[in-house]
């Protein structure tokens, strides 16, 4: 077992194990569209100079299809960058660089099983869909980003009709049609693949459309384009909620008219992982940087890990706007 091999092991063994498990040639697991979509200059941190550098000696089947995947405006820079001396640390900077960048993203394309065993065990404070049942019971529902359907399915157990789960990653949404299969109602949820900035719903076609920690303010996980995209698909005098939103978004939700709510906490909220196990995997592979959850583990000997020593902020709080229809200002995506 894994919690067996590390007792005992020394700090520096254990620090040896915090590394991204990615390669270079991992972003060969992308479609077209989604790395057309991440390699737009400056999305996720990401600009053409960088993705040269650390596509420096990649295996010739990666470079051609990233080069195919730049724009028309990237791709003279891309290949003169490439082309360009650097040292061995250099390039090895540049490619730690872009795959720490795109960790999540590949994680969701890549290993959408293991993201599904840390996901899991994150609870939502009960109250937030309490809260929010008046606007889904008996409403058509949008969970965007909705990942395995965590809130699709909170959305089904609190009455919706009916929940469109758009999720732009096909393993993730494997996971989500495997447990529609063994759910009382499932036809009452629809997975479809998607993206913030170009949902597959037709004009004011839902009555409440929400996102749970994945809507950021950055164009490339949302921002302008995917607020956009939520007024277009949801009816006037629905409500656009996003749950768990970051703390460094909330300013930026301010000004474009969410009200925040926090709920009241009874207790410390925790991740409550499957196994011992479980959580240590999870510790090496998604919280690289705060090596306080390994030696919390290590030291409690239990699988439930409080958000305080994750050193992330616990699931009790959302933001939410009403849509009026004239306040919409950007044109119809093309689909």
Not at 111 to 136: A, K, N, V
Not at 229 to 238: A, C, D, H
Not at 278 to 299: D, E, P
């Amino acid at each position: 077992m894994l919690a067996d091999s590390l007792n005992g092991e020394s700090p520096a063994h254990n620090e040896a194990l915090f590394e991204n498990p990615f390669h270079i040639k991992d972003l060969m697991v992308f479609d077209d569209d989604t790395l057309q979509h991440m390699l737009s200059e400056g999305a996720f941190g990401l600009t053409s100079e960088m993705l040269a550098r650390g596509l420096n000696g990649a295996p010739e089947a990666v470079l051609r299809r990233i080069e195919q995947n730049l724009s028309p405006q990237q791709r003279p820079l891309f290949m003169q960058a490439l082309h360009s001396s650097a040292s061995p640390s250099e390039i090895a900077r540049a490619r730690r660089q872009v795959l720490d960048n795109l960790f999540w993203e590949i994680t969701y394309w890549k290993t959408p099983e293991l993201y599904e065993e840390l996901i899991s065990g994150e609870r939502l404070h009960p109250g937030i869909f309490q809260s929010l049942e008046p606007d889904i019971r008996d409403k058509t529902a949008l969970d965007i980003g909705a990942g395995s359907g965590q809130a699709s399915l909170e959305c089904l157990q609190h009455g919706a009709t009916l929940v469109y789960a758009i999720e732009p990653s096909p393993g993730l949404l494997h996971i989500l049609e495997r447990k529609l299969a063994h759910q009382a109602g499932e036809n009452r949820i629809i997975p479809r693949m998607g993206r913030f900035d170009a949902i597959p719903l037709a004009d004011s076609s839902v009555d409440c459309a929400l996102s749970c920690s994945a809507f950021t303010a950055a164009p490339e996980q949302g921002g302008e384009p995917g607020l956009a995209e939520l007024r277009r698909v949801t009816k006037s005098g629905g409500k656009i909620v996003l749950i768990w939103p970051r703390t460094e978004d909330r300013a930026w939700l301010a000004a474009h008219g969410f009200h925040y709510v926090a709920l009241p906490l009874q207790q410390e909220m925790c991740v409550h992982f499957r196994s011992l196990d479980s959580a240590l995997r999870c510790a090496h592979r998604f919280y690289a940087h705060n090596r306080m959850v390994m030696r919390y583990i290590l030291a409690s000997r239990q699988p439930e890990v409080p958000f305080s020593v994750l050193g992330v902020n616990p699931p009790l709080d959302y933001c939410w706007l009403e849509v009026k229809k004239n306040d919409i200002y950007a044109p119809k995506y093309e689909r």
